[in-house]
């Protein structure tokens, strides 16, 4: 059961093959570099600093585990941005193939896109590649709290044609406003119970 009263880090590492000990479903935050992982995170667990979250990309670089009751939520280092140091960049996709394309354990993602701009190329491969590995996932829309109401709809619906995706399967958050925290919430509790079974 998802549970985040006195959620913690159980692990931190960059091997994609260390595993918290406990062999729970785990559910991936994935998406580029500087758009809302962290704070996503921070936000569902109603922590505020739990997750570093930073103004500069290429903050979390590790795959950092929290333990929320029922399974892991893993935050994963962003991908896209240039200002990342080289070191960081060439690590990223040796770790993100091996720990998204090889984990048994992976009951869904959370890929997050900019809701602000139309989704980059490198969005688009990482919905792409999901949809092709057939995993649950739930592209959430980050930094609502800049869009206005008035945009939202065509926003999402352009979004939603260039990732290939319907839009029910999309959702508008903010960390600054909360808007949509308790719906993916609830997205993230019913794929967690339906991975326990
Ligand atoms: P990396 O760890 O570098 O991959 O980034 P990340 O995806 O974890 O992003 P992070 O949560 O660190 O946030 C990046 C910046 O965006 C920070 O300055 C946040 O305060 C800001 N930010 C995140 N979410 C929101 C949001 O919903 N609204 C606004 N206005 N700013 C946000
Ligand atoms: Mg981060």
């Not at 985040?4 to 595993?19: F, G, K, Q």
């Not at 000990?21 to 998406?31: K, Q, T």
């Not at 995993?135 to 260039?162: H, I, N």
């Amino acid at each position: 059961m998802l549970e985040v009263h006195d959620v913690r880090r159980v692990l931190s590492t960059t091997d994609p093959d260390e595993r918290p000990d406990r062999p729970l479903p785990e559910i991936a935050f994935v998406g580029r570099s500087n758009v809302g992982k962290s704070s996503l995170l921070n936000t569902l667990f109603r922590r505020k600093r739990l997750a570093g979250t930073s103004k500069t990309p290429g903050k979390t670089r590790s795959l950092d585990y929290y333990d929320v009751g029922g399974g892991y939520f893993v935050d994963l280092p962003g991908y896209g941005y240039a200002a990342v140091p080289d070191s960081v960049r060439e690590r990223w996709g040796p770790m993100m193939e091996r720990y998204l394309g090889d984990n048994p354990r992976l009951a869904g993602v959370v890929s997050l896109v900019d809701g602000r701009h139309d989704p980059t190329r490198l969005d688009r491969r990482m919905v792409a590649w999901l949809a092709g590995e057939g995993l649950p996932t739930l592209v959430v829309l980050t930094k609502a709290d800049k869009v206005g109401r008035g945009r939202r709809r065509g926003r999402m619906a352009e979004s939603a044609e260039q990732l290939g995706l319907d839009p029910d399967q999309m959702v508008w958050f903010s960390a600054k406003t909360r808007e949509g925290r308790d719906a993916i919430f609830t997205a993230l509790r019913r794929l967690l119970e339906s991975s326990e079974r």
